[in-house]
């Protein structure tokens, strides 16, 4: 316990310091959610890490990337990390017995997509997994760099990084999707996975975000994405899980063996 107390503070102090220096190219944490998981053979719940959460920036279109929203911004951006513990690495103690820890997202919007349900499993629909930490989509593992396309990040180049898994998500909606006279407004929810080869995966803890864009008529539309601070979750929402078992693409049934 004592351990853990002071991992999880020497966490929260270089987050501080990396919020002290906000440097593009640096880690900037905005908020930090515990990842703990039910015991399998108790009502205890082990604390297995952290999922973090960078700063927003704001893009247009997936270019023009910053901290802070131009007027022509129409989307937002996150890189958001998960730092397993001494009790949850796999080469660790390994509390909760996973063989790979995955991310698994879902998008919920206020607006009907093309032949799309309001709520997704946000992955494409080519993709065989239905996690966010494969194929065609942006993450990174263990020591990694950010991915290779910068126009919508606000870093040049790419700068590495370290945690246990991580996404790079930059969500827009074009205009051309809005209904006149409506918001626009985006919410993700973002879950840890403990995946096991020989047993159920077991969801974790989850972080909610998002964006919305305000109509405001005349010839500007839609306003510039406001943010939508992340919450965090001790167990994914009954949307989340109705969203995931029910996907027309790629469902996701964690309690059997769905690969």
């Given at each position: ?88 690495q796999l080469k ?36 065989t997994e239905p ?51 409506e918001d626009m ?75």
């Open positions: 316990m004592i351990n853990a107390l002071i991992s999880s503070l020497l966490f929260i102090v270089l987050f501080t310091l990396n919020l002290a220096n906000p440097l593009a190219e640096e880690l900037i944490i905005a908020k930090i959610c515990p990842v703990k998981a039910a015991n399998l053979t108790s009502k205890k719940t082990n604390p297995l890490g952290i999922l973090a959460f960078s700063q927003e920036w704001f893009h247009s279109s997936r270019s023009q990337a910053s901290y802070i929203a131009s007027d022509n911004a129409t989307g937002v951006g996150l890189e958001i990390h998960f730092f397993a513990n001494l009790n949850g660790g103690r390994n509390q909760a017995k996973c063989a790979k820890y995955r991310i698994l997202q879902v998008r919920m919007s206020s607006i009907n997509f093309i032949d799309e349900n309001k709520n997704q499993l946000d992955t494409a629909p080519e993709n996690f966010y930490d494969q194929g065609n989509l942006e993450y990174g593992r263990g020591n990694h760099f950010t991915p290779l396309d910068d126009q919508d990040k606000p870093w040049q180049g790419q700068v590495p990084r370290n945690s246990t898994v991580a996404i790079y998500d930059t969500p827009y909606i074009s205009d051309a999707y809005g209904i006149e006279g407004t985006i919410r993700f929810e973002t879950c840890v996975v403990c995946e096991r080869e020989d047993s159920f995966d077991q969801l974790l803890s989850c972080g909610q975000w998002g964006y919305t864009r305000e109509y405001i008529g005349g010839s500007t539309g839609w306003t510039e994405p406001e943010f939508i601070p992340v919450s965090c979750l001790s167990q994914a929402s009954d949307t989340f899980k109705e969203t995931i078992e029910f996907n027309e693409s790629t469902s996701y049934h964690y309690w059997i063996n769905w690969r």
